[in-house]
């Protein structure tokens, strides 16, 4: 069966840690793994994005992060993912998102942003993860199904 992972803020192109982001991921994901992104994923013209995400192995979806939204949804779904989320997707208990969000008690929110660092501060309990790559020992994480 399918695992999923999660990971978030790749950042692709805009450091020089492609190739050991894409070896990290690559050696975490297998190919028919689902592997969301929770935001941020590069930068740079379609072609240069292309052939990054033609390296990483999954099933790709992204929710959009700030520096995505510039691109669009459609930039995204060329380039191969499955599915492009403006602002949340929801898997069980598990609200994705790239910002923090308030949300039930029953509900954990795992969120890719590690720019507000005020916010994030009151989202330290066991309701809200995030899983902003160089918080992950920049590797994605297995969304653990209960």
């Known amino acids: 069966m399918a695992k999923i992972y999660l990971i978030a803020n790749t950042n692709f192109n805009s450091d020089n840690v492609n190739n050991e982001t894409i070896n990290s991921w690559n050696d975490t994901v297998e190919k028919d793994d689902l592997i969301y992104h929770l ?40 380039l191969g993912f499955k599915e492009v989320y403006d602002e ?9 998102t790239h910002y923090p969000k308030d949300v039930e008690s029953n ?9 507000n660092e005020e916010k994030i501060k009151d989202f330290k309990n066991k309701n809200y993860v995030c899983v902003s790559l160089e918080r992950i020992s920049f590797k994605p994480i297995m969304l653990k199904e209960e």
């Open 39 to 78: 935001g941020n994923f590069g930068t740079g013209s379609f072609d240069e994005l292309k052939s990054i995400f033609n390296k990483l192995n999954g099933n790709k979806y992204l929710i959009m992060g700030e520096k995505d939204t510039s691109f669009g949804k459609d930039f995204f779904l060329r």
């Open 88 to 96: 949340e997707h929801t898997i069980g208990k598990y609200v994705l």
């Open 107 to 115: 509900k954990i929110n795992i969120y890719g942003s590690n720019t």
